[in-house]
């Protein structure tokens, strides 16, 4: 089975401190993606990364940075953290494929900022 | 983009009876995922159906891709069944390999 770590399930931190949130994955996946989730809002992509050192742009990308130093850690960075971006944060990682391939989620980190 | 939209948002049932949760798009997709996000945040993949039907237990899943849209079926509803429900696609037509997610549909079975 594949397995997709987050590094915390809660997480507390101040506003303008910077963040970081840890993901690991157990199956040599090339493409990893950290989401958002809001209420009524869905999950929303922030930044995904097809290759090591490689990232893209999600859908809401201010105030997050990302880092890929190897294929199986994908760190989120809140460069200076905010209250907005309380939230509910999943990584997910799947293999690239000509056509789509499942992606497998970790079980998330609610980090709140005060 | 593409666009995602799951009916109903909220569904609220007896302990026993069926469901259908619907998913539309607005575009071609490579990928069609079925998720179920229990109480404590986790999302389990139920299904990765881009096209035709697949079973697993009490829980079924359909996706027409010529017309668009994929249906979620839960027959002999459990408590355990209870949380939110998403689907999510890969646009075929968009030159990258992410996933669009609905908005969900949050499911209630009352004992």
Redesign the interface.
């Known amino acids: 089975d594949v397995k997709v770590t987050q590094s915390s399930r809660y997480l507390v931190k101040r506003t303008g401190e910077k963040v970081f949130l840890e993901c690991v994955q157990d199956m040599d996946h090339e493409?990893m993606?950290w989401?958002r989730q809001d209420p009524?809002?869905?999950?929303?992509?922030i930044y995904?990364s097809?290759d090591v050192k490689m990232k893209?742009k999600?859908d809401i990308p201010e105030g997050y940075s990302v880092s890929r130093e190897k294929k199986e850690r994908f760190s989120l960075i809140l460069e200076s953290a905010s209250t907005n971006q309380t939230s509910?944060y999943?990584c997910?990682s799947?293999s690239?494929g000509g056509?789509?391939?499942?992606?497998?989620?970790g079980?998330?980190t609610?980090l709140s900022i005060l | 983009g593409i666009q995602v939209e799951q009916s109903p948002p909220d569904l609220i049932l007896q302990e026993g009876a069926n469901s259908t949760l619907r998913c539309n798009f607005s575009d071609s997709?490579?990928?069609?995922?079925w998720?179920h996000q229990n109480p404590?945040?986790?999302?389990i993949?139920l299904f990765?159906i881009?096209s035709g039907t697949k079973q697993n237990g009490r829980l079924s899943a359909t996706t027409v891709a010529t017309e668009r849209y994929s249906l979620l079926y839960i027959s002999s509803s459990q408590t355990t069944d209870s949380g939110v429900y998403?689907c999510?696609v890969?646009g075929a037509n968009f030159g990258?390999?992410?996933?669009?997610?609905?908005?969900?549909t949050r499911l209630t079975i009352i004992p």
């Open positions: 493409n993606f989401y009524g809002l869905g999950l929303r992509l995904f097809y893209e999600g509910m999943l997910a799947n690239r056509w789509g391939q499942p992606q497998h989620f079980d998330g609610r | 997709v490579n990928n069609l995922q998720f404590w945040g986790q999302l993949n990765y881009p998403f999510a890969e990258n390999e992410k996933l669009t997610f609905g908005t969900g």
